[in-house]
């Protein structure tokens, strides 16, 4: 669903919008693949889908999207990196500030 959602918002992408000069994207895509290689983020690697559920202290179950209303990881910074998503270097930091 993340990667679907990702596409679509390619897609839609105005080309007469600001865009991140290829220079600074290929320095972040170099930043997230470090990142992906360091063991300590090795959590943060994949987004978890909206299937996935966890216990609870009380014995019930919530689904993973009702906890977290915007799942985020590396690999979706990286696809969105990839398709030209990121319009300023600040939505970067956002979505790698939301993973942390």
Not at 3 to 10: E, I, K, L, P, R
Request: glycine letters at 4%.
């Amino acid at each position: 669903i993340a990667a679907t959602a990702a596409a679509t918002a390619a897609a839609e992408v105005d080309p007469e919008m600001p865009a991140l000069d290829p220079a600074t994207t290929s320095m972040l895509i170099a930043r997230v693949h470090k990142a992906q290689a360091n063991p300590d983020y090795e959590v943060f690697l994949d987004t978890i889908g909206s299937d996935r559920s966890f216990p609870q202290v009380d014995g019930t179950r919530a689904n993973y999207c009702s906890l977290v209303p915007l799942p985020m990881a590396l690999d979706t910074v990286l696809r969105r990196l990839r398709l030209g998503y990121y319009r300023q270097v600040d939505a970067f930091e956002h979505d790698v500030t939301t993973i942390l």
